[in-house]
Antibody
């Protein structure tokens, strides 16, 4: 059974760096073809893909946010970490992490964590 | 404004068949497969359709997907009240794109 859970601060100030951790179980990020990604959703708005890291440490980023994002993995801890620099109130959103499969894409999602950016 | 265009809303009565469209371009839907996600109120998205028309285990066969050229569609037959949700299409381009979402109301 694949499960994922996001953790991190619920409130950050403008210009600060956000660090979110995705802790997962039921699969290994060392298995060929597997990945973990991040997607966010501002309140009342659509989903937006942020980043994806693969089993071989290949990384992909949203072109519009690439300069602000870093995704890393710790295979031994079954964790993936996303950092986003220079946070702004428009970055207020629910942040989801999700398991990525080579055919299904994002097939299992965490429950999401709401991050509010405010001074 | 999303690159993948969906109608903001759709509706139907119980038992009816409804379709939701997703329009893209040659660089996304025209070149790659389409996924559909269902997001019930207050919950995380759930994979509904992958690879244009494949259902993950556990998804009822009332849900079906299709793709033609640069457009894709999600069809829901035998509409039920529990189908009331937001639906999103997704496809790769130079990055992963999501549609703007369609809010389905069961009247």
């Amino acid at each position: 059974q694949i499960t994922l859970k996001e953790s991190g601060p619920t409130l950050v100030k403008p210009t600060q760096t956000l660090t979110l951790t995705c802790t997962f179980s039921g699969f290994s990020l060392s298995t060929s073809g597997v990945g973990v990604g991040w997607i966010r959703q501002p309140p009342g708005k659509a989903l937006e893909w942020l980043a994806l890291i693969f089993w071989d440490d290949d990384k992909r980023y949203s072109p519009s946010l690439k300069s602000r994002l870093t995704i890393t993995k710790d295979t031994s801890k079954n964790q993936v970490v996303l950092t986003m620099t220079n946070m702004d109130p428009v970055d207020t959103a629910t942040y989801y992490c999700a398991h990525w499969g080579p055919v299904t894409d994002f097939d299992y999602w965490g429950q999401g964590t709401l991050v509010t950016v405010s001074s | 404004q999303s690159v993948l265009t969906q109608p903001p809303s759709a509706s139907g009565t119980p038992g009816q068949r409804v379709t939701i469209s997703c329009s893209g371009s040659s660089s996304n839907i025209g070149s790659n497969t389409v996924n559909w996600y269902q997001q019930l109120p207050g919950t995380a998205p759930k994979l509904l359709i992958y690879s244009n028309n494949q259902r993950p285990s556990g998804v009822p066969d009332r849900f079906s997907g299709s793709k033609s050229g640069t457009s894709a569609s999600l069809a829901i037959s035998g509409l039920q009240s529990e189908d009331e949700a937001d639906y999103y299409c997704a496809a790769w381009d130079d990055s992963l794109l999501f549609g703007g979402g369609t809010k389905l109301t069961v009247l």
